[in-house]
């Protein structure tokens, strides 16, 4: 069955089927992630694509014992915000499991450990433009961390929130929080939660 078909009958799904491959470069090699730009067969012809080689990323949805949910506000440059988010991070350490770069960030960026974790959802990013791979996990059972994490650059600036998820959520429909990965967290959990009751 070609990817098309299975487009077409079965459960819905996003499928698996890359184009071959005729050719890769790399168009801008950068701090942190480079630009390719592959030369693929698709459609009959040829195609050429360009787009963010990333290393995938991780963000954790912290809950408390109160179900109160953990926000974040650091400044992001490319969009001149200091944006409420999940504390995350790059899947940037070789061979580290995306749970152990979760309890990494959690412990750096908010200086808590938890004993209770679950994958909560992973997406594409921004698929026309980038290879990324964000999972979120939902962390419970929180406790302080032993040790308090030095923070520079944007991470200097870093203030935490708990709120409800209520509020985080009437927030996201007022249009006052934009942060992709925070809202398809708070959805996922929304929507987890309203199947449990």
């Known amino acids: 069955m070609t990817g098309l078909d299975a487009l077409r009958v079965g459960p819905l799904a996003d499928v698996a089927d890359p184009a ?3 050719a890769r470069e790399t168009a801008f090699a950068g701090k942190v992630w480079d630009i390719v730009r592959d030369t ?3 459609g009959g012809g040829t195609m050429v694509r360009e787009y963010t080689q990333h290393t995938g990323a991780v963000a954790v949805l912290a ?3 109160d179900e109160r949910v953990l926000l974040i506000n650091q400044y992001r440059h490319p969009i001149g915000t200091r ?6 991070g790059l899947l940037d350490v070789p061979g580290e499991p995306p749970l152990e770069a979760a309890r990494r960030e959690l412990a750096e960026e908010a200086d808590l450990v938890a004993t209770d974790w679950t994958e909560l959802t992973s997406f594409f990013s921004s698929p026309g433009g980038s290879n990324e791979v964000i999972t979120v996990f939902e962390a419970r059972g929180l406790s302080a ?3 308090v994490h030095d923070r520079v650059d944007e991470e200097a600036e ?3 929130r708990w ?3 209520d509020e985080a959520l009437e927030a996201v429909q007022a249009g006052r929080l934009r942060n992709a990965p925070l809202i398809i967290a708070l959805l996922t959990l929304r929507a987890r939660r309203g199947t449990r009751d």
């Open 145 to 147: 961390a032993p040790e």
């Open 63 to 65: 809950v408390d014992a």
């Open 83 to 88: 944006d409420w988010e999940l504390p995350a």
């Open 158 to 160: 870093i203030v935490l």
């Open 40 to 42: 693929v067969t698709f």
């Open 20 to 22: 071959p491959l005729v």
């Open 163 to 165: 709120v409800g998820l």
